[in-house]
């Protein structure tokens, strides 16, 4: 009756070591994905930024030129 009781534990103790293995490796591949759209998602908020800042400053020589002829009209 020991070597049964033991024989089941053992496989009880088997099967779930393997259950963990099996759930380990299917969560791990869904993570990494996340990570690398994260990482695709910052690339992108920092070219548009990028892209704003740009046109900004388009603007702003624009006004300083706008505003340098005007200067030289009134003289």
Do not use: N, R
Not at 58 to 67: D, P
């Amino acid at each position: 009756m020991k070597k049964l009781m033991s024989i089941i534990i053992s496989i009880l103790f088997a099967l779930s070591v393997t259950g963990l293995c099996f759930a380990q490796t299917t969560v791990a591949p869904k993570e990494e994905k996340k990570v690398e759209e994260k990482a695709e998602k910052k690339v992108e908020k920092k070219k548009v930024k990028k892209a704003k800042k740009a046109k900004k400053a388009k603007k702003e020589v624009k006004e300083e030129k706008k505003e340098d002829v005007k200067k030289e009209d009134k003289k």
